[in-house]
């Protein structure tokens, strides 16, 4: 199994481009979230889904778009990119029910100038 | 806003040593989880103990909760160069035991 596998895994952008983060999981996982960690501040929850067709947003969802129109795939879009969105990006899953780890991708090392 | 929050930020020892990291929480919660960040890299799953639990082990590792002070610790024993990375505490609250709070992690390097 490949887990969590996040593309691209470096990315530079200018001011107004969009642009999207991929994020796939093979392990049949419910919950799917988004996360951006920024120095000193931790992992903050960007979006999560629940499954196929459900999104909902986290701590920080302005400027981010999330679809699920599979339970394997995430993607995070982003709609005009600002020096602000400059962050490592971390796609996660796992199960819903009970009491389960989350697995990580290796993350997304976005700049933008 | 964290729920989190790990202390010390930063904690270096020599390889042999213990290593203790405390995690102080606001809310209840159904869950805590600890993980671990190697530099460049993902977050690792180490250890998960639930809100009726006081005590976990798992190898060298032993979580403790403490839901009336809300705060865990983790402690790493016998601590080798490998075990250099951060470390997070995250909780699950109200009535979802997945959807994670981080907080801002402890730094942990380990000497030869």
Known sequence: NAGVTQTPKFQVLKTGQSMTLQCA????????????????????????????????????????????????????????????????????????????????????????? | SQQGEEDPQALSIQEGENATMNCSYKTSINNLQWYRQNSGRGLVHLILIRSNEREKHSGRLRVTLDTSKKSSSLLITASRAADTASYFCATAQGRSNYKLTFGKGTLLTVNP
Request: one cysteine or more; glycine letters at 10%; proline letters at 6%.
């Open chain 1, 25 to 113: 999981q093979d392990m049949n996982h419910e919950y799917m979230s988004w996360y951006r960690q920024d120095p000193g501040m931790g992992l903050r929850l960007i979006h999560y889904s629940v499954g196929a067709g459900i999104t909902d947003q986290g701590e920080v969802p302005n400027g981010y778009n999330v679809s699920r129109s599979t339970t394997e795939d995430f993607p995070l879009r982003l709609l005009s990119a600002a020096p602000s969105q400059t962050s490592v990006y971390f796609c996660a899953s796992s199960h819903d029910r009970g009491n389960q780890p989350q697995h990580f991708g290796d993350g997304t090392r976005l700049s933008i100038l």
